[in-house]
């Protein structure tokens, strides 16, 4: 173990060696509820015998094949199940490992739209103050976090970034929803007008902020007023909804939401961690606030319980961690 290279090399880790639904256990047998998978970053719980079958027998059939060479059956029947609940005429899902690679991949990809018509000036990507976008450059650089980017600040790009539409630190007392989501909305317009449409390849943010804000919703009409803006401007809108993610009951929302957002122009929607598919596996959820249990029971009870819905969900849940 001493030629690991530890997150914290001053810290005792205790060894993990084995799971089991939402519990590890480490090698003194002592049991942890990993009560928001790991980083909040796992969905599927520990040792489901369907997960264990699927993964399985994939691997007994194909373990890899390069996609420079090949495609496969999963990642056309994934890609398919996920282009039509988006209900977009040509939509298409690129499948990478993990929320940083999938942002340097959307920065990419924005540079090389723009090169194809014909708008080689277009490269800056606009993001927000307090997001999370991921650990590589490309992404930290998108990154507002000042904890996580200040070390790394000469290394990465120094591109624009706005305010959060984040309603607890900045909506004003005599504001309304719809005045301060137009309000933080309109901080993007701005943004473009002072360092140019035509520089400008992308807008970026979380639907709903993760790691850095603590699963904060969009207010109002923010959203809208974002789509708006950056089709006025012939922006791309990146939405990083690594945190957010998807699951089974509440992603029709979710999506109509998107689907709403996506009308006009063209976005790329990064989806990483599928947070509560959890909810589709278990038969018993354990919802705890701040430390103490607040409800207990199927999934299907728990999403209705009141407790649960008042301390976590809001008017405007959409979705969000574990
Ligand atoms: C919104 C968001 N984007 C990107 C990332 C980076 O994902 P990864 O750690 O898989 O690279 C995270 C990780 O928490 C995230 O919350």
Redesign the pocket.
């Known amino acids: 173990m001493a030629s690991v290279f530890y997150r914290d090399p001053g810290h005792d880790y205790p060894v993990a060696v084995r799971g089991e639904g939402v519990y590890v256990y480490d090698a003194d047998g002592k049991q942890y509820l990993d009560g928001s998978g790991g ?3 796992t969905c599927l719980g520990h040792g489901h015998p369907d997960v264990i079958g699927a993964i399985k027998s994939q691997v007994d059939q194909l373990a890899y094949a390069h996609t420079a060479f090949f495609t496969n059956e999963p990642q056309e029947k994934l890609a398919a199940r996920l282009a039509e609940r988006f209900g977009e005429a040509g939509a298409r899902v690129y499948f990478l490992s ?6 340097e991949t959307a920065i990419k990809l924005a540079r090389q739209y723009w090169l194809a018509k014909g708008c080689p000036d277009k490269h800056i990507v606009i993001s927000r103050e307090q ?6 450059l490309g ?1 930290l650089s998108l990154s507002g976090n000042p904890m996580r980017r200040d070390i790394f600040a000469p290394c990465l790009h120094d591109w624009p970034r706005i305010e959060p539409c984040y309603a607890y630190r900045h909506q004003q007392d005599d504001e309304t929803d719809d005045e301060y989501g137009e309000r933080a909305a309109q901080a993007l317009d701005d943004a473009i007008n002072e360092h140019g449409a035509d520089n400008i390849a992308a807008f970026v943010a ?1 639907t709903v ?3 850095t804000l603590g699963a904060a919703p969009p207010v109002g009409p923010y959203m809208k007023r974002i789509r708006e803006i950056c089709d006025r401007y012939d922006v791309l809108l990146i939405l ?4 957010a993610g998807l699951n089974p009951t509440e992603v029709d929302e979710l999506i109509a939401l998107l689907r709403d957002v996506n009308q006009q122009g063209v976005s790329i929607f ?1 989806i ?1 961690h599928v947070m509560r598919g959890v909810m589709a596996l278990s038969t018993r959820v354990i919802v705890i606030n701040y430390g103490v249990k607040i409800a207990e029971g199927s999934p299907a009870e728990v999403v209705k319980d009141k407790q649960v819905i008042e301390a976590y969900l809001g008017k405007e849940f959409l979705s969000a961690q574990g």
């Open positions: 980083a909040a970053v993990g929320g940083s690679e999938a942002n997001s999370y976008h991921g650990n590589t992404a979380e902020v993760g790691a990083d909804e690594v945190m990064l990483e």
